[in-house]
């Protein structure tokens, strides 16, 4: 099963996909412009894959996975 979309906002990665393409590569750019990642939240680690390697159909990540996703903490 692949994961292809942000559930809470019903928006194909293909769509975010397409919007960095034409250089919308920041991920508060690309989640005001569709609401991505604002909700839930469980869309963002697939949304990193997507920029990162241009796939639109994502195997399931696992915490793991996800956790290494994670931008390092900002420092104070």
Not at 53 to 66: K, S
């Amino acid at each position: 099963m692949a994961v292809n979309r942000c559930i809470c906002a019903n928006v194909p990665f293909t769509e975010l996909k397409n919007l960095a393409d034409a250089g919308i590569r920041d991920l508060e750019e690309l989640a005001r412009r569709t609401n991505c990642g604002k909700d839930c939240g469980m869309c963002i680690p697939y949304i990193r894959v997507m920029l990162a390697t241009g796939e639109t159909d994502l195997p399931i990540l696992n915490q793991q996975q996800i956790n290494a996703l994670q931008p390092p903490p900002a420092e104070l």
